[in-house]
């Protein structure tokens, strides 16, 4: 089965609120990780990544945090357009032994932005 | 600059027949990777092509299979059709096989009747 899942399929917040999506992933051997954006009709964009020996990394009004003891993602975006409203997935790779494993993507969670 | 492009954006083939999906990478970049997303899921990795040989797979039958080309595009093709393969098809490229972002296309709506 799949390894990355998210903890909410489904979030709605008002224009202007941070909002805060969370993934959990299973393998202890993944060392990257990848945050990526699904507009209907159109492929994953990405939006932002970080690897294993962080635990923090901040882009353009969005945060990912990763807790590696208890194996979680989260993603927060501040300030929430209605433009982000997508479906957003996290994604991991597999380190395997000095090769670099695929993505393994969870099943996603959609926000809606009320404006 | 071109981002990955993928043709056709759709196709309704019928079961038992065969298909086959192209795509070309991003300017730079040298590896394609193949991902199947069924309605309501996350995509899930069929398998990825570097230096025009397949590198990695998932866990997709050998009906599913692929090249890629000295310019770097891809094929994917699949054989004998069942209704379960109707999907939205990836194409993801990377400036190589590590951790590198890896860029989407629009995909391909794969209809199977």
């Known amino acids: 089965g799949e390894s990355v899942g998210l903890h909410l399929p489904t979030l709605s917040v008002q224009e202007g609120d941070n909002s805060i999506i969370n993934c959990a992933y299973s393998?202890?051997?993944?060392?990257?990780f990848i945050w990526y954006k699904q507009e209907s009709g159109k492929g994953p964009q990405f939006i932002i990544d970080i690897r294993s020996n962080m635990d923090k990394r901040q882009g353009q009004r969005v945060t990912v945090l990763l807790n590696k003891t208890v194996k979680h993602l989260s993603l927060q975006i501040a300030a929430t357009q209605p433009g982000d409203s997508a479906v957003y997935f996290c994604?991991?790779?597999?380190?395997?032994?000095?090769?670099?494993?695929?993505?393994?993507f969870g099943k996603g969670t959609k926000l809606s932005v009320k404006p | 600059d071109a981002g990955v492009t993928q043709s056709p954006t759709h196709l309704i083939k019928t079961r038992g027949q065969q298909v086959t999906l192209r795509c070309s990478p991003k300017?730079?970049?040298?590896?394609v990777s193949w991902y199947q997303q069924a309605l309501g899921q996350g995509p899930q990795f069929i398998f990825q092509y570097y230096e025009e040989e397949e590198r990695q797979r998932g866990n997709f039958p050998d009906r599913f299979s692929g090249h890629q080309f000295p310019n770097y595009s891809s094929e994917l093709n699949v054989n004998a059709l069942l209704l379960g393969d109707s999907a939205l098809y990836l194409c993801?490229?990377?400036?190589?096989?590590?951790?590198?972002?890896?860029?989407f296309g629009p995909g391909t709506r794969l209809t199977v009747t």
């Open positions: 994604a991991e790779k597999l380190n395997y032994g000095g090769s670099q494993g695929n993505l393994i």
């Open positions: 393998n202890s051997a993944s060392d990257y």
């Open positions: 300017s730079g970049h040298d590896t």
């Open positions: 993801a490229s990377s400036p190589g096989q590590g951790d590198y972002e890896q860029y």
